[in-house]
C-alpha cells in the first residue's frame, strides 16, 4: 500500500513537472522489472529503475515527443542558440516547457534576427512555453500556457559594474528578479496585495535577490524588444507591468496588463499568438 501510494505520487508530480516523466516512469518500472529478472549482476533494483528512468526519459524528450508534438501543432524552441534565440536554462528544454505553435515559434525568430542586427551580439533568452500535448494540460504556476500560443521572454540587461551589455539575466530561472517601480511610477504589485491578490509578488519573495546588483536593466534594448514584438503580426498580446508600459513609452493597444490574477510582469514579458 505504502509502495503504491509512493509511486501514485511520483507519477503525478512527474506529470506535473514535464507531462511525460509519470508516463516514462511507469515504462521504467516495467523496464527494469524485466531487466533485473533477466540478468544474473547483483545491482540493486534501484539503481536499475533510477537508469531506466532517466534513459527513457531522455530517448522519449529527443526523439517520441517532438514527433508526437507535431501532430498537436507544436514545435520545440531551441535547446541551443538559434536565430539568436535561446533558453535562460536548459531546463526549461529538459522540462519539455520549450512547446510552441510554429507561427509563435518564427516570429520569435524574426524577432531574434532582427534584435541582433539592430543590436549585435543580443541573444533573447526565452522562458517557460508550454507543454508538447493537449490544449488545457496545465504549465504550472502559469494560468494560460496551456495551448502552445503563449511565451515568456527575459528583459535586456547590462553588467553592474561595467553597464555594458549582456545576455545573461539575473534570475537563474529567469523569473523573480522584478524592475520595480520607480517614484512616481503606478506600484500594480502593491496595488494587486492590497486588492487581495496575494500571489502577484510571491516570485519575487522565492527566488534569491542576490544577483541583482551585478545586472541593470537596459530600458532600450528592452523597449527595442517590446517594440519589435508588437509590430511582429502574428503577436495577438503583450503582457508586461504597467510602469514599464508608461516607462519605456509603450502605447501599442497590444501591449496590456495581465490582471491581478497573475503574476507580476516586471520581471518577463509574456508573448501569445492568436
Ligand atoms: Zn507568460
Known sequence: ????????LLFIVLTILTQVGGVVYLLSIFVSGR???????????????VVSFIALYCIAICTVVPALAAL????????????HIRPVTIWTCLLNRNYVRPQLRSAVYEVGDKMAAKYPGTNINYLDANFPFFNGFPLLPHLSHNDGKKLDLSFCYDHGSTGTP?????????????????????????????????????LRYIVPQGAKANFAFNAQRTKGLVSLLVLHKAIDKIFIEPHLKSRLGLSSSKVRFHSCRAVR?????????R
Request: net charge neutral; aromatic share 12%; charged share 20%.
Open 166 to 202: 549582456t545576455n545573461d539575466v539575473p534570475s537563474f530561472i529567469g523569473y523573480g528578479i522584478c524592475e520595480e517601480p520607480l517614484p512616481g511610477e503606478v506600484n500594480t504589485a502593491e496595488g494587486c496585495y492590497a486588492k487581495g491578490y496575494r500571489q502577484y509578488s510571491i
Open 72 to 83: 498537436y501543432g507544436r514545435v520545440r524552441m531551441p535547446m541551443f542558440t538559434s536565430h
Open 265 to 273: 510582469h516586471d520581471d518577463h514579458v509574456h508573448i501569445q499568438v
Open 35 to 49: 531487466f533485473v529478472r533477466s540478468v544474473s549482476w547483483e545491482v540493486p533494483h534501484w539503481v536499475v529503475k
Open 1 to 8: 500500500m505504502v509502495r503504491l501510494l509512493g509511486r501514485s
